[in-house]
């Protein structure tokens, strides 16, 4: 389509006249925004000056918000600008307090009521910003609606105490925060407040505290006071008190457990009490009490320990362990316990085993000490000990073909070395009247080591390499004959005699004394009255004295070593020495 000069014309026209329209309806608009603004403002000059500081600010406000037009005197229009501000911010105020006022949150009522009294502290200045405050303040009702709040608060507050001592509930507590939180002013000023909460709180929390110590365990009410304490600590509230009644109730409590030598009662006290340390004072009468409760039982356990009383001290630092680290001194006593008496070493690693003919002892085999018996069930020996670096060692030997029944243990004096002599075992024999083990324990290779083991009808220990051995089974059999110990076992060395060379004096045809005895050891058919022989165990002096005879018993010489004889008297067997007469 061909479009004509002339309507491209008419198109321009109508385009100029709708812009010059709404160019005519903006001017308008703006005349008309300008009056109104001058008018809202003058209206607010005149509620000023009649000194109606809400109305003037609130249409201030509105002729503020027209921006078409700047209009007015600068240094009024800052003073409303300043109390438009305050209305804001106060408004705000109020927003917040009514959030919190309707959820009855405590602190967030206090909070806002306190940016209130800062805010009035603010406005205290002489002028129309002060007044304006003030003003605005009566209008809003906010300090209506914070006293209503406090007011209910704190009756309900009072009202929830009574019920709780009532009820003799004390799970809601609420209350007490409340009550601190609650302006000075609606008690009539701070040391009003002051004066009614302690009231308050001390025959509240006395009350409490009579009713739980008349109810609940020890450890209960020590944690509810302890608790409260925190609580009053933490809202500002000095409660000496409180801590004062505690202090009387845990002192008489404990000092009755004493008293009753309850140790288990006085621990579980200890323990709750210590607990609550943090809000305790650092010269608490209680914990020293404790404490030196605490210092006469350790005292007691180590007069246990002097009196040999062993199991009774370790007992005892083992209860106490729960107050103390008692693990030293429970280590100190097993270790005096176990020198006194090393046979704990068997029990406490075979506590169900019973063994018989146990020996102990210190300082052998590389031990500090050791203890060692046979387990008649088993067949064996069992064998334990502790060494030098403290470490324990258990080792165990078997003995099949031993008679348990009559076996006997026994550490010899002679063979073997002074700190690592063999262990003996004698009992009834199969082919002879006794058979003999000798056994050798090597605590560094953890093992015993079987030295010997030999039937015979005797057998003497001449030294620690020598030994005398009467009808021994296999070589030396029928002879009384010397073996030798080395580290193979038992060496047979030479025969001494024949048995029957040396049985009974009628049968040798032989004078029942020995022909080398001296004239003072003969009986009285040389004249002399008969005098005192000493028997020792074995061929020296160094055995031990078992006994006496007279020059005159009847005796039977059973063979000779190095000028000294094995008699038999009456059936026992021993060593006379005979020395050489003198030339």
């Given at each position: 389509?061909i479009?004509?000069?002339?309507?491209k014309?008419?198109?321009v026209?109508?385009?100029?006249?709708?812009?010059?329209?709404?160019?005519?309806?903006a001017?308008l608009?703006k005349?008309?925004?300008?009056?109104?603004k001058?008018?809202?403002?003058?209206?607010?000059q005149?509620?000023?000056?009649?000194?109606?500081l809400?109305?003037a600010?609130?249409?201030?406000?509105?002729?503020?918000?027209?921006?078409?037009?700047?209009?007015?005197?600068?240094?009024w229009?800052?003073?409303m600008h300043?109390?438009?501000a305050?209305?804001?911010?106060?408004?705000?105020?109020q927003?917040?307090?009514?959030?919190?006022?309707?959820?009855?949150?405590?602190?967030?009522?206090?909070e806002t009521y306190?940016?209130?009294q800062?805010?009035?502290?603010?406005?205290?200045?002489?002028g129309?910003?002060?007044?304006?405050?003030?003003?605005?303040s009566?209008?809003?009702?906010?300090?209506?609606?914070?006293?209503?709040y406090y007011?209910?608060?704190?009756?309900?507050?009072?009202?929830?105490?009574?019920?709780?001592?009532?009820?003799?509930s004390?799970?809601?507590?609420?209350?007490?925060?409340?009550?601190?939180?609650?302006?000075?002013?609606?008690?009539?000023g701070?040391?009003?407040?002051?004066?009614?909460l302690?009231?308050?709180?001390?025959?509240?929390?006395?009350?409490?505290?009579?009713?739980?110590?008349?109810?609940?365990?020890?450890?209960?009410?020590?944690?509810r006071?302890?608790?409260?304490?925190?609580?009053?600590r933490?809202?500002?509230?000095?409660?000496?008190?409180?801590?004062t009644?505690?202090e009387?109730?845990?002192?008489?409590e404990?000092?009755?457990s004493i008293?009753?030598?309850?140790?288990?009662?006085?621990?579980?006290?200890?323990i709750?009490?210590?607990k609550?340390?943090?809000?305790l004072?650092?010269?608490s009468?209680?914990?020293?009490?404790?404490t030196?409760h605490?210092?006469?039982?350790?005292?007691?356990?180590?007069?246990?320990?002097?009196?040999?009383q062993?199991?009774?001290?370790?007992?005892?630092?083992?209860e106490?362990?729960?107050?103390?680290?008692?693990?030293?001194?429970?280590?100190?006593?097993?270790?005096?316990?176990?020198?006194?008496?090393?046979?704990?070493l068997?029990?406490?690693?075979?506590p169900?085993?019973?063994?018989?003919?146990?020996?102990?002892?210190?300082?052998?085999?590389?031990?500090?000490?050791?203890?060692?018996g046979?387990?008649?069930s088993e067949?064996?020996?069992?064998?334990?000990?502790?060494?030098?670096?403290?470490s324990l060692?258990?080792?165990?030997?078997g003995?099949?073909?031993?008679?348990?029944?009559?076996?006997?243990?026994?550490?010899?004096?002679?063979?073997?070395?002074?700190?690592a002599?063999l262990i003996?075992?004698?009992?009834?024999?199969?082919?002879?009247p006794?058979s003999?083990?000798?056994?050798?324990?090597?605590?560094?290779?953890?093992v015993i080591?079987?030295?010997?083991?030999?039937?015979?009808?005797?057998?003497?220990?001449?030294?620690?390499t020598?030994?005398?051995?009467?009808?021994?089974?296999?070589?030396g059999?029928?002879?009384?004959?010397?073996f030798?110990?080395?580290?193979?076992?038992l060496v047979?060395?030479?025969?001494?005699?024949?048995?029957?060379e040396?049985t009974t004096p009628?049968?040798?045809?032989?004078?029942?004394?020995?022909?080398?005895?001296p004239?003072?050891?003969?009986?009285e058919?040389?004249?002399?009255?008969?005098?005192?022989?000493?028997?020792y165990?074995?061929?020296?002096?160094?055995y031990?004295?078992?006994?006496?005879?007279?020059?005159?018993?009847?005796i039977?010489v059973?063979?000779?070593?190095n000028?000294?004889?094995?008699?038999?008297?009456?059936g026992?067997?021993?060593?006379?020495?005979?020395?050489?007469?003198?030339?």
């Open positions: 389509m479009i004509s000069s002339y309507q014309s008419l198109w026209r109508n385009a100029l006249l709708v812009l010059c329209s709404i160019a005519v309806v001017v608009v005349v008309g925004l300008s009056y109104k001058v008018n809202l403002y003058k209206q607010a005149a509620y000023y000056s009649s000194h109606d809400i109305k600010e609130q249409l201030f406000a509105k002729a503020d918000e027209i921006t078409v037009l700047s209009y007015g005197d600068e240094q229009n800052s003073l300043g109390l438009t305050t209305r804001q911010e106060l408004e705000s105020i927003l917040q307090a009514r959030s919190a006022i309707s959820e009855n949150q405590d602190a967030q009522v206090l306190e940016l209130y800062n805010m009035r502290k603010s406005n205290k200045q002489p129309e910003q002060t007044v304006f405050f003030e003003q605005l009566s209008h809003l009702g906010i300090e209506k609606e914070w006293a209503d007011h209910r608060a704190l009756q309900a507050a009072k009202d929830q105490s009574k019920a709780n001592l009532a009820q003799h004390y799970e809601n507590e609420t209350f007490i925060r409340t009550l601190v939180t609650i302006p000075d002013e609606y008690f009539g701070a040391k009003q407040k002051q004066s009614e302690a009231d308050l709180f001390q025959e509240y929390e006395k009350t409490k505290l009579r009713t739980l110590t008349g109810s609940a365990p020890f450890d209960e009410v020590v944690a006071t302890a608790k409260s304490l925190r609580m009053y933490e809202i500002g509230v000095k409660a000496d008190w409180l801590l009644g505690l009387r109730f845990a002192q008489s404990i000092n009755l008293r009753q030598k309850d140790l288990s009662a006085f621990i579980s006290q200890s709750a009490y210590r609550i340390e943090d809000v004072p650092r010269d009468a209680v914990l020293a009490a404790i030196r605490l210092e006469s039982r350790v005292n007691q356990a180590e007069q246990y320990i002097q009196s040999r062993f199991s009774k001290a370790i007992e005892l630092y083992q106490l362990n729960a107050l103390m680290d008692t693990g030293a001194l429970i280590a100190t006593a097993e270790e005096s316990w176990l020198a006194h008496d090393p046979t704990r068997l029990h406490e690693k075979y169900d085993k019973k063994f018989r003919s146990v020996l102990s002892g210190t300082a052998r085999w590389g031990a500090q000490v050791y203890a060692f046979l387990e008649e067949q064996r020996l069992s064998f334990a000990a502790k060494k030098e670096d403290d060692t258990y080792l165990e030997v003995l099949e073909n031993v008679d348990m029944k009559s076996a006997k243990v026994s550490i010899s004096d002679k063979l073997g070395e002074k700190d002599p003996m075992i004698e009992a009834d024999g199969k082919e002879r006794f003999y083990i000798g056994l050798l324990p090597a605590l560094s290779e953890n080591h079987k030295r010997f083991s030999i039937e015979a009808d005797e057998f003497s220990i001449v030294d620690s020598h030994i005398l051995i009467k009808n021994a089974v296999g070589k059999e029928q002879e009384f004959a010397s030798i110990l080395d580290e193979t076992g047979y060395d030479q025969k001494i005699a024949d048995i029957e040396a009628e049968e040798s045809g032989e004078n029942e004394y020995p022909p080398d005895l004239p003072d050891s003969q009986t058919q040389n004249g002399q009255k008969p005098h005192q022989i000493t028997v165990a074995g061929p020296g002096e160094e031990e004295k078992i006994g006496q005879i007279s020059s005159d018993s009847s039977q059973v063979t000779d070593l000028g000294w004889y094995q008699i038999q008297v009456n026992k067997e021993g060593w006379i020495h005979a020395p050489q007469p003198a030339p």
